[in-house]
Nanobody, 125 residues
């Protein structure tokens, strides 16, 4: 069992920055990839970014390319970050961290086995 805990959300003005963290515990994570998704009120959960655990290859949604950066902390082994800059009001959502133990489509929620509880990000205009 993998337990994921997100932190770092909050309220920020448009143009500001936030860094989200996701810590995995419960077992040594030897999975395939980890990702960030977000869900705004009344909308479906959408892919934001993902990182392959072995190669550190990264993937991004078009809406966040150039503004968000996903990374992992090799020293801490199971911590993943999402650095967000130039935030826009449309980035407002609950952000979820997720982990996958098997090969699959990084952009689809179906391929993730574990999810965190989410952290709220609110960007004011």
């Amino acid at each position: 069992q993998v337990h994921l805990v997100e932190s770092g959300g909050g309220l920020v003005q448009a143009g500001g920055s936030l860094r989200l963290s996701c810590a995995a515990s419960g077992r040594t994570f030897t999975g395939n990839f980890m990702g960030w998704f977000r869900q705004a009120p009344g909308k479906e959960r959408e892919f934001v970014a993902a990182i392959m655990w072995t190669s550190a290859t990264t993937y991004y949604a078009d809406s966040v390319k150039g503004r968000f950066t996903i990374s992992r902390d090799n020293a801490k082994n199971t911590v993943v970050y999402l650095q967000m800059i130039s935030l826009k009001p449309e980035d407002t959502a609950v952000y979820y961290c997720a982990a996958s133990l098997r090969p699959g489509l990084v952009t689809s929620t179906r391929w993730y086995d574990y999810w965190g509880q989410g952290t709220q990000v609110t960007v004011s205009s």
